[in-house]
């Protein structure tokens, strides 16, 4: 059991106070004419340029799940932890290629969110639903493995586990969560984008300091490898097989790839992930990012060598076997028997703030999701902006709540496996999001029905699917025509099938196909100057940046409340 | 004005690119290229090392591509119908 220490929990605590105050201090940063807007709350004033953009996609990328969950899975099972790595380099590539497109239309049309394109794109309200729905599902085990990475640190600080009492246990967790989702509720986007910076730096900081140091503490790397292949090759009593290998063996070749391209492909559906792109100021800066962004991916590389300097440390294979054999905490533990107590408050600080600031993002998305799709299409197609913003910060809470659930009552063995289940569920949405951004080829219907088979198809496998000492939601991988593959691949690829079969055959039936209300050039514009209102555009030469989403819904012109009675000029006619 | 993507960029800067970015994905998603523990770099196996240089790598091609597509900034945001 860890012991408490005094030091590292003032560093701790400071460093958290510190992270408060900026997240309420940000309401003030860039003060918008009208914060009630959800471009302002939810958006950021749509007005990130490469530098703060850089720190906010970077924050919204690598969170617990870098920092926790991938050096666990190293930890335990070697090689096939470094997916992620293969994950985070392919998928900078693949966001330059359709990351521009996804900016352009929906700066031209005003959307907030991956579901409000969808339902624009392909004239079905229902399509967008959908995805809305898939986005708000997916990203509740996301935010709960953030839940899970604070649990560990604060289990490795001797603080809330000891206790048997489960609300006095969960009580820290709760704290933290209700601050962040107090200063998210005021400050929106702003306070992620901020506190993004506070939380890089510890971080950079953590892991350099780590990489250099630990190494040294621990007989030089040539020891630390060979520690940890000499753990892997022992038999595993559960299984029967070996716990893992230095370098992924031929078998495993299929889960490693599928692992990555499946992860990479999942990661800019996800609605944070989309709305730090929609964040930024201009085309080019999504670009520059892909170019930029690597720097993180280098770190996430790092990261899950600490699985390995974890596994040639006696003090902390001691300490995960006294806590139920929990590889999460393998990182926490490294901190505390290698790093003095001061050092070891920083890095959990590092950590604590790296869950903290994507789980605010996390949810803003969520609600940017929930209120311009599922709220303003089914219950109010009239809402003004102003309530528009404050459905959505409602929405933000309850997605906290919900994740909150959600983490309490899973079983935690694996965190890793509450992102690669979310992947499973985001990676449905890839063909009417990402392929919809190229064509308009697939037929509407055949989409809503190939999501549908792609959702059945991966949450009745995974449910299947054994591990990790639980009977359901074991694994993410399973076995297809004799090779083990990640299931969202092969979910995805039976739902572009099905979609594709049915298109052909709703044409030949002539079923009417959706109105798509994008043009062509959509795809490519690129508005410069974007009024840090955008709420209130001075000439009708920006209409781009109002929200029309709903507008053109409603007969008689503007939405009631919209400050600006710009004509709706760009809908054809 | 469209502010086309592909205005003024030839067909050959576009198959660049295109190469590009089927190099940076293809190199870490093709497996068995660095699923071997030889040659190591230190004490580091291939696996890993190859891995951490190509990160350096894929940034690299990545920043070319972005080079290669840089639109020039312009003074009006006139979105095209």
Redo the contacts between chains.
């Keep these: 059991m860890s012991h408490f220490d005094a030091v590292a929990f003032v560093i701790v605590i400071g460093s958290f106070l510190i992270v408060t105050y900026i997240g309420f201090a940000s309401a003030r940063w860039r003060p918008a004419e009208d914060p009630m807007h959800l471009n302002e709350w939810g958006l950021g004033g749509r007005g990130f340029g490469t530098f703060v953009s850089w720190f906010l996609l970077g924050g919204d990328i690598y969170t617990a799940y870098t920092f926790i969950a991938v050096p666990a899975l190293v930890y335990a099972s070697g ?1 096939v932890g ?1 997916y992620a ?2 994950y985070t ?2 998928v ?3 966001v ?2 359709f990351g ?2 996804l900016w352009s239309v929906a ?2 049309r005003g959307y907030v969110s991956p579901g409000d394109f969808v339902r624009g794109r392909h004239g079905s309200q229902g399509l967008g639903l959908a995805v809305a729905a898939t986005g708000i599902l997916a990203t509740m085990p996301y935010i709960a493995l953030q839940l899970v990475g604070i649990e560990a640190v604060l289990t490795t600080m001797g603080i809330g586990s000891a206790t048997g009492n489960s609300f006095v246990r969960d009580l820290p967790l709760i704290t933290a969560f209700a601050v962040v989702a107090v200063y998210t509720y005021l400050a929106g986007l702003r306070a992620p984008a901020l506190i993004a910076f506070v939380k890089d730096i510890l971080i950079y900081v953590t892991v350099i300091v780590a990489i250099i140091y630990i190494p040294g503490k621990l007989g ?3 020891h ?2 060979s520690a940890s292949e000499a753990h892997l090759k022992t038999v595993n009593p559960a299984t029967g097989k070996p716990y893992g290998s ?5 078998a495993g ?1 299929w889960a ?2 599928t692992l ?2 499946g992860s990479a492909l999942a990661l800019f559906v996800y609605p944070h992930a989309v709305t730090g792109v929609f964040a930024a100021k201009r ?2 800066v999504i ?2 990012q ?3 962004l ?2 993180y ?2 770190m996430l ?2 990261i899950a ?1 600490f699985g390995y300097m974890a596994r040639a440390t006696p003090a902390v294979n001691a300490g995960v076997k006294a806590n139920g054999g929990n590889p999460q905490l393998s990182v926490p533990l490294l901190f505390e028997h290698m790093f003095p107590s001061w050092f070891a408050g920083i890095g959990y600080s590092a950590i604590i703030i790296g869950a903290l600031v994507p789980a605010a993002v996390m949810s803003i998305a969520a609600a940017n999701l929930f209120t311009r799709t599922i709220y303003k299409e089914l219950f109010s197609p009239n809402a003004t902006p102003a309530q528009e913003t404050r459905v959505a910060r409602l929405a933000s809470l309850l997605m906290k709540v919900g994740a909150l659930g959600f983490a309490l009552a899973l079983n935690k063995t694996f965190s890793i496996n509450l992102q690669l289940l979310g992947g499973i569920w985001i990676l449905q949405t890839f063909p009417a999001v990402v392929i919809g951004l190229f064509t308009r080829w697939f037929h509407r219907i055949a989409l809503i029905i190939g999501w549908a088979v792609g959702m059945t198809y991966g949450t009745v496998v995974a449910y299947r699917t054994p591990g990790g000492g639980q009977a359901h939601f074991g694994a993410s991988t399973a076995p297809v025509l004799g090779h083990v593959t990640y299931i969202a691949i092969v979910a995805l690829i039976l739902n572009v099938a099905v979609s594709a079969v049915l298109t052909v055959v709703f044409r030949k039936i002539g079923l009417q196909d959706g109105y798509d209300e994008t ?1 062509r ?10 009024p840090a209102a955008s709420a209130r555009p001075r000439t009708p ?4 940046t109002r929200p029309t989403a709903g507008a053109d819904r409603v007969p008689g012109g503007p939405v009631p409340g919209s400050p600006a009675p710009t004509a709706h ?2 809908r ?1 006619p | 004005m ?5 205005s003024g960029k030839s067909p050959a800067r576009w198959g660049v690119v295109t190469v590009l ?1 089927v190099v ?2 293809m ?6 290229i660095y ?3 030889a040659p190591k770099l ?7 090392w190859y ?2 240089i ?3 790598v ?6 070319i ?2 080079l290669l ?3 020039k ?9």
């Design positions: 090689a470094f790595l293969s380099i392919m900078f590539p693949i330059f290629i521009p497109r700066r031209a030089g790397w040539g630390i490898f230095i370098v992924v063996m031929p070749q490693f790839a990555a391209l085309r080019d670009r520059r892909a170019a930029m690597p720097a991916s280098l590389g790092l060598l043009r050039a959509d795809y490519t514009a690129d508005p410069v100057t974007v030469a920006v209409p781009a000029t760009h054809g | 469209a502010q086309h993507a592909r970015l940076a994905i190199g870490t998603l093709w497996v068995p699923a071997r523990s230190g004490p580091f196996p291939f696996f890993y891995q951490l190509w990160v350096p894929s940034a690299v091609l990545c920043w591509c972005y597509l840089r639109s900034p312009r003074t009006r945001g006139v979105v095209p119908r």
